[in-house]
């Protein structure tokens, strides 16, 4: 699965931003994409997945009720919608595929895109 992640940015704290992530998959594919974050000195770590045929979501307890996942299979395209930004949420995001048969959502995953940077300011 070849993935792009973009519409990362400069935002201040509380403000919000949508990352987008182009996949190229077929509309009924059993995979989950995820994302995927790395800030500085530190290591990556899980923010959202979404499975791409049922559009069921998981998101990691630090940014629950923050931020969406969701997908538009016509464009081939995963969201994710981050809202009330916060400095801490500073970080390369990446997203990454995985098919719903290997294992849980979580991970590990098997295809990555190139990350996009996210800087929030306080």
């Known amino acids: 699965v070849q993935l792009q992640a973009f519409g990362g940015g400069l935002v201040q704290a509380g403000g919000s931003l949508r990352l987008s992530c182009a996949a190229s998959?077929?509309?009924?594919?059993?995979?989950?994409i995820g994302w995927f974050r790395q800030a500085p000195g530190k290591e990556r770590e899980f923010v959202a997945a979404?499975?791409?045929?049922?559009?069921?979501?998981y998101y990691a307890d630090s940014v629950k009720d923050r931020f969406t996942a969701s997908r538009d299979r016509t464009k081939n395209t995963v969201y994710l919608q981050m809202n009330s930004l916060k400095p801490e949420d500073t970080a390369v995001y990446y997203c990454?595929?995985?098919?719903?048969?290997?294992?849980?959502?979580?991970?590990?995953?098997?295809?990555w895109g190139q990350g996009t940077q996210v800087t929030v300011s306080s």
């Open positions: 979404i499975t791409w045929s049922g559009g069921l979501t």
């Open positions: 998959l077929r509309t009924f594919s059993r995979y989950y």
């Open positions: 990454a595929a995985k098919t719903e048969y290997s294992g849980s959502y979580y991970g590990p995953y098997d295809d």
